[in-house]
T-cell receptor
Framework: DGGITQSPKYLFRKEGQNVTLSCEQN?????MYWYRQDPGQGLRLIYY???????QKGDIAEGYSVSREKKESFPLTVTSAQKNPTAFYLC??????????????FGPGTRLTVT | AQSVTQLDSHVSVSEGTPVLLRCNYS??????LFWYVQHPNKGLQLLLK??????LVKGINGFEAEFKKSETSFHLTKPSAHMSDAAEYFC????????????FGQGTTLQVKP
């Protein structure tokens, strides 16, 4: 089945530790995205990548880092510099056409709790 | 600049009655518009999309939305609510640009009462 997988579903960390969230897609999509969702709020864009070995900051990139070494994979590292890391993290991908505006497909999410 | 406003944070309906979730958008360019649904602790699922073809868009699970440029609206409707429709719904706008970035509304929680 084609889709996006995120692991783990739940993640617990102590404050001050870096943690990496996995995102893999087998949809052959060029673009991938990371979002953060807090209770009662919409999604906020952390980072996005339109092509391998290239990525751009979204609206709330501080305290996060990413890499895009393979087309299928776009891991997100939540660093100790992120002041409020507890949230639900969603990964998405999109098959970018020439005119853009394509829908994004989402993974099941990872709920990160930092204490 | 683009923005999207979902006019109701919470909507409650009885099972079998119509659903209306309201969304207004602002865009300097011809937008693409989407509705997504999110069940608790799940990812987002695409319900339907508008990309400048027909203004009345039909989606999955009996949902549809109508693009009204004069009113800058893209309201989501369903003739008869089902208990399984209870979820969070997001109206989303995208500028047709290379980045493909989406702008999300704040979400509307749909409650369906038996």
């Amino acid at each position: 089945d084609g889709g996006i997988t995120q692991s783990p579903k739940y993640l617990f960390r102590k404050e001050g530790q870096n943690v990496t969230l996995s995102c893999e897609q087998n949809l052959n999509h060029d673009a991938m995205y990371w979002y953060r969702q807090d209770p009662g709020q919409g999604l906020r864009l952390i980072y996005y990548s339109q092509i391998v070995n290239d990525f751009q900051k979204g609206d709330i990139a501080e305290g996060y880092s990413v890499s895009r070494e393979k087309k299928e994979s776009f891991p997100l590292t939540v660093t100790s510099a992120q002041k409020n890391p507890t949230a639900f993290y969603l990964c998405a991908s999109s098959g970018m056409g020439h005119s853009g505006g394509y829908e994004q497909y989402f993974g099941p999410g990872t709920r990160l709790t930092v204490t | 600049a683009q923005s999207v406003t979902q006019l109701d944070s919470h909507v409650s309906v009885s099972e079998g009655t119509p659903v209306l979730l309201r969304c207004n958008y602002s865009s300097s360019y011809s937008p693409s518009l989407f509705w997504y649904v999110q069940h608790p602790n799940k990812g987002l699922q695409l319900l339907l999309k508008y990309t400048s073809a027909a203004t009345l868009v039909k989606g999955i699970n009996g949902f549809e939305a109508e693009f009204k440029k004069s009113e800058t609206s893209f309201h989501l409707t369903k003739p008869s609510a089902h208990m399984s429709d209870a979820a969070e719904y997001f109206c989303v706008v995208s500028r047709r640009s290379v980045s493909g970035k989406l702008i999300f509304g704040q979400g509307t929680t749909l409650q369906v009462k038996p």
